[in-house]
């Protein structure tokens, strides 16, 4: 349990040597169009070495097996966010201002990589329990303290009122997934010229102003 | 155009005669079942028929196809929802109230039928153009359509401040969807005995809370 194995799907640099990191970034990045084209999981490594232009062997050397690779894929799609909620934790601002912050990495992070609620999905179902629990203690406990913690300074600041921080997840994470897997599918349905990239900036506004508002303090 | 297909997905019974309403509703059963248990739509009109004890050729003559089941399938577990918000824009309620309920349908819709939004986007994304542009009509733009009514009378009433029906839209169908697509997942993977049935009601009021705050006139 406190042994990270190689297929852990948090962050375990140790023990990954004499690796190339163009040639893993390239793996990822064809794993990454993979994914985004076909909305789901059916590929094979062959299919990702070639779309690399690289053997399927250097796909087992890297990332050991699908579960690796797509655990690796989970780290490099959420990393931004992720190094930002530990940032924002330590930094000088109030709690509408992290959350500001907070909210538009989210979007443009969901929006840059819409597979990555199914993928953390996915590898929380496909894992042992051990392994699940630690993927779900990096990507959603994580995310659920750092709402705690947003709303404690709010509350502590007079600006937000007490609000389930489990409760901000699950409208946060499933407002930014359906924005990511449903947008284009509903702009041709809407028939919406406005749900291109500029809907983007306009909604994570619209979104911020939501939220701020609904913690506000009555 | 004018004209329904037996195949389209939104409601069209002229034309189905000679049929047993039980025996269809066993069939719907059948397949909710294996949706819910599966989690994706890959299944057979076989198993439909095994899992309901009937033949394969009788889930043929009540649907015609796979797609034909699905539309139907669509219709019956969205229908609480659908026919409230018809009821509603009738009612002589304010705002706030109208919201309250809509927002118990919505989340007891999606945690009863947690394939709903998939189910959904799978037929926009599998029917011929026009076939979509109905079912997007029925069960995508009569909700932001509801959502603009609501939006309006709120601000006419001095509850609400004007907001995008559309962005209201993506915030309360992905929470709704995440809600009932992750729940047991989340539950187990978080360790919280408290995502059961009862957060279901907790869940629903703190959302209340959140929109109504969040839409109210500052």
Redesign the interface.
Known sequence: MTTATSRSAVPARAGRKRRDASTEQALLLATDNLLTEKGNIDFSLAEVGARAGLSTALVQYYFGSKHGLLAALLEWSSSRYVSQINGLLAMELSAPEKLQIHLRALVKTYLKTPYI?RLL?HL??SSDDAE??R??DFY??RV?EFYRHLIDQGVREGHFRP??P??LY??L???????AA?RR??A???G?AD?DMDFVG??SA??N???L????K?
């Not at 994470?173 to 924005?179: E, I, R």
């Not at 508002?213 to 506000?216: E, S």
Request: hydrophobic share 60%.
């Open positions: 609620d999905h929380i179902s699940a629990q993927i779900s959603v406990k659920v609000v389930d489990l409760h699950f409208i994470l499933g407002t930014a997934d359906h924005l449903r599918l509903l041709s349905a809407l919406a749900l306009v909604f619209a979104l102003d939501m939220m508002n609904g913690l506000r009555i």
